[in-house]
């Protein structure tokens, strides 16, 4: 065999479904990559033989291999912070009062807009090597905090150059009808028609989303307006997701579940319904822990009726400066755990297999299997389970991206 390289004495949490036991987990294996893929994976014990001597040869020294982590939600360009509405909250101020004061989303808007691109970019390339370093290789981005055509672009042009410029593989998402700009707060309808006749063909014109999202909510847009958003993206060749059920029922996700949305995100007051309607379509529900803890939220998202149905569960950090300012990926699978009540497999899951469906590249990445991205991290670990147990502690080792040691 030909091999760029071997990695052996490991074990192997490949989240493969079809190897039909915890973590799809391989004690005692070895893989080998080939020109960015997996060639092979396996039992140590079943490895072909290869040229030992031209062949790189990677030990774990009896660590943990998995796929690497896969970010499927965050706001992660933005300028300024929300500190102050920290505060407040803290003196009994609401997200929704704030939100309706000025405050919430309007003021990263505002910060956004006066920062230029070089600002932004710095910015987000922080807060990206910080995701990396916990053993993140993909991640979304949304805009949304710009809420006019000039800023929304800036916002998605700094994504994609942030792509091009780090080892992470970097999916943009338009966020336009994230809320609504003062400007237009007496006429939804005409920012409607902005996002859908303005904005969104000029993101479109310079490619700078994968897909487009919403927020559908009370405070934010209907499920109708929601849907003529989505449906002119879909229309346009993207894919589609949605904001829905974070503090109110309003059966937004049912709606994307119809259009076959890649994920329905936050869900805390979906119901059995919406439940159905995700189980009967390909969307993914999106479970957010770090708005949920910082917010203070004791509405729980439906966690047992998502395992009845068998809807695939997604977790991601909503890393965002108002109501998740937690930049870290590995401090989600313990919220998910502790606060969700998810297993540790389910978390992982939430991270890498489902994270990918959600993005539409779960024939990429997620996963470890032959034909794959070699995508993966090194952990001192004993168990799986640990990555949710424990935080805080340097237990990533190395991070591969593309059969590229990047990080160590």
Known sequence: MSWDQVWIDVNIASM?????????????????IKEGKIAWIGPRSELPEFDVMSTPLYRGKGGWITPGLIDAHTHLIFAGNRANEFEQRLQGASYEEIARNGGGIIATVNACREASEAELFELG???LNALAKEGVTTVEIKSGYGLDTETELKILRVARELGKHHHV??????????A??????????????????EMLPAV??????????VFCENIAFSVEQS???????????????LHAEQLSNLGGAAMAAKLGAKSVDHIEYLDEAGVKALSKSSTCATLLPGAFYFLRE????PIDLLRKHKVPMVLASDYNPGSSPLCSSLLMLNMGCTLFRLTPEEALAGMTRNAAKALGIEDKVGMLATGMQADFCLWDITTPAQ???SYGVGVCLEVVKNGQVVHQ
Request: proline share 6%; hydrophobic share 40%; no cysteine.
């Open 16 to 32: 493969d479904p079809s190897l039909s036991v915890p973590y799809g987990e391989i004690l005692n294996a070895a893989m080998a």
């Open 125 to 127: 390339r922080i807060r």
């Open 169 to 178: 593989d970097v999916k943009t998402t338009f966020l336009g009808a994230h």
């Open 180 to 197: 609504i700009p003062p400007e237009y707060k007496d006429n939804i309808e005409a920012y409607v028609d902005l996002v859908i006749n």
């Open 204 to 213: 479109i014109k310079e490619n700078l989303a994968d897909a487009v999202d």
């Open 227 to 241: 849907k003529q958003i989505l449906t002119a993206a879909q229309n346009a060749g993207l894919d589609v997701k």
């Open 298 to 301: 004791t509405q729980m998202p």
């Open 387 to 389: 990555l949710s147990y």
